[in-house]
């Protein structure tokens, strides 16, 4: 199955932000030079006129969707986009019209769409009438017929548009909808008949529920006990108890089966057997909504990133023991997932209408390796053009007309390059032997060991590492507030200096900068080259900033305790603690 879905500024941003970032080759011979071919300039295989679907179903700005901004279905042999006032289809082939079906005016508009076609050929949506998605429906594709609508029982709160976030879900037998409060709304797939709800509520928001791939989880929070069930027979298949605090987001994905839960407040994914005997965490600890793109050929594929202003960084993980085999860097614009590959989408900046790298460049990424990239070809760019894409096509809308692409297997052009070259690229920075690269301490912070965090008393040692670097106990004991935050800083250098006199000179600012040093700045003997350290303690919290530099590298650790009703440990224990986790950070570096 698919995950849920690339954020319409995310896509932006791959669009107009792309190229602003240098290179990581510094090979001015390789295919990244200015002298390098680029790919065919791609024509449509057809374009056409959008008559009721020329207006795209709102969506939440920052839900991630992994094919695109526009809602578009295809079958073997046509392409249905959905629009608010209506849905049409067109010959995948010829783009020649099949059907048009215009939202009648009782129903309002379409508010929300599945992500999906069930294997019946049937659409699930959902219509608003009165500023709430009030009624649910299903398309048959293949005549456009509209096959049933039924009312639609709101939770304790609506159904907002603006944030339905792909809440209707079609099985084989069955659609279901997910309303606020995490309630679920059943309907029989065929006639519409409403379905009984999954489980006995004892009152608002008492459990936690995910839908996709056929299957539901639920996990009651009275009891955190974490159940799964198939989605159309409601059938229970496992139940599994779970500890304190625990909830659920999302079935990410069925084969392995992966889940996005909270255990003990923190939320990780995690693969669990069909017994429902949990597995290997699979990548990191996470503040908000993963980017996933799903399991492509083996790996897990998914991004933490949260700013919508560049393009997002992303990592590839065994599904089975939870093994990061790779980390992308900047120059990978991931716009999605597509025929089992990942799609990118990149414009580079200040090219124009005449230039020969003009344009849009769409291609293929192997998610096994993703710096194994082909370039299908270049579509024109437009600022005011939509996106969407299935394993057959890729659509463009721009106003009222649509341009389909039916995108090669292939690249016509083994030798033209994945990426165009970039402008304003800065040139690789003078490194010298012993210099820690940007790359090498991405990830550094995975290294801090359990036993290193249970000796600064956090309790959920055992999980991933936090995707932020920062560890964060607030529900693990309920009279403490613990964090630890771990940033670090590869530093090239610049202006004459080698990278280590730049990374002095950089300690040196930080005493001055806006860091939240917690009090006056000191500096610390027998930590790296050379350390600074600042230091609180309060009634009822103690915090420490400690900064070291060793070679190139800057390594800030941030330690932070707050209490209720008792006294905050002692700042010696705070830089004990720090000193440990610099031990664990150095020893990552080699």
Request: glycine content about 10%; proline content about 7%.
């Amino acid at each position: 199955m698919g995950s849920r879905g690339l954020a319409a500024a995310t896509l932006v941003a791959l669009l107009l932000a792309s190229g602003c970032t240098g290179s990581d080759d510094g090979d001015p011979s390789s295919d990244r030079s200015p002298s390098a071919a680029a790919p065919a300039q791609l024509a449509a295989d057809w374009s056409t006129a959008l008559g009721p679907a020329a207006k795209p179903v709102p969506q939440d700005t920052f839900a991630y969707r992994t094919h695109g901004e526009l809602d578009v279905w295809s079958t073997d042999d046509t392409v249905v986009v959905v629009g608010r006032r209506g849905l049409q289809a067109f010959d995948l082939a010829t783009g020649d019209p099949a059907w048009t079906l215009q939202v009648p005016a009782r129903l309002g508009s379409v508010c929300a769409v599945s992500p999906e076609l069930g294997a019946t050929g049937l659409g699930g949506l959902l219509f608003a009438s009165t500023g709430r998605c009030d009624a649910a429906g299903v398309i048959d594709v293949a005549t456009g017929r509209l096959t049933w609508t039924a009312p639609l029982a709101q939770g304790p709160s609506p159904l907002d548009p603006a944030y339905a976030d792909r809440p209707v879900h079609v099985g084989a037998r069955t659609l279901t909808v997910e309303v606020p409060c995490d309630e679920l709304r059943r309907y029989d797939l065929r006639s519409g008949a409403v379905l009984p709800e999954p489980f006995r509520r004892r009152g608002d928001c008492t459990h936690d529920v995910a839908v996709g791939g056929g299957l539901q989880a639920v996990v009651d929070r009275s009891t955190d006990i974490l159940s799964l069930a198939d989605a159309d027979s409601d059938r229970r298949l496992w139940t599994h108890a779970m500890p304190a605090h625990s909830g659920v987001d999302a079935v990410v994905w069925t084969d392995p089966l992966i889940l996005d839960v909270t255990e003990r407040g923190h939320r990780v994914l995690r693969s669990y057997d069909d017994r429902g005997r949990p597995g290997a965490y699979v990548g990191r600890q996470m503040d908000t909504d993963p980017k996933v793109l799903g399991v492509l050929d083996g790996v897990l594929v998914v991004s933490y990133s949260t700013s919508a202003l560049a393009a997002p960084l992303f990592r590839g993980f065994d599904p089975d023991t939870g093994e990061q085999l790779w980390r992308s860097d900047d120059e990978l614009y991931v716009a999605g997932e597509q025929a089992g590959r990942i799609f990118t989408l990149f414009r580079p900046l200040g090219s124009t209408t005449t230039d020969a790298t003009a344009g849009v460049w769409v291609g293929r990424a192997d998610p096994r390796d993703p710096t194994d990239q082909v370039a299908l070809g270049r579509i024109p760019y437009d600022e005011d053009a939509t996106y969407g894409w299935t394993d057959d096509v890729l659509v463009r809308q721009v106003g009222a007309r649509l341009d389909a692409y039916r995108l090669p297997d292939a690249a016509e052009d083994a030798s033209a390059p994945a990426m165009p070259p970039l402008p304003g690229q800065q040139p690789e920075p003078a490194w010298a032997d012993g210099d820690v690269r940007p790359e090498q301490v991405g990830d550094l912070c995975t290294t801090v060991r359990p036993a290193t965090l249970r000796s600064l008393d956090f309790r959920s040692a055992d999980l991933p590492a936090p995707a932020t670097c920062a560890w964060h106990d607030v529900l693990d004991d309920p009279d403490t507030d613990r964090l630890l935050a771990v940033d670090t800083f590869a530093v090239a250098p610049q202006d004459g200096r080698s990278a280590a006199e730049e990374a002095h000179r950089q300690l040196v600012d930080l005493r001055t900068s806006d860091i939240n040093w917690p009090g006056p700045v000191r500096a610390v003997s027998g930590l790296g080259d050379e350390a600074q350290l600042a230091q609180k303690r309060t009634g009822s919290e103690s915090e420490s900033r400690l900064a070291v530099r060793i070679g190139n590298v800057v390594l800030i650790i941030h330690s932070d305790v707050r209490t209720f009703g008792a006294k905050p440990p002692a700042l010696s224990s705070l830089l004990a603690g720090q000193r440990r986790v610099l031990g664990d950070l150095t020893a990552g570096l080699g």
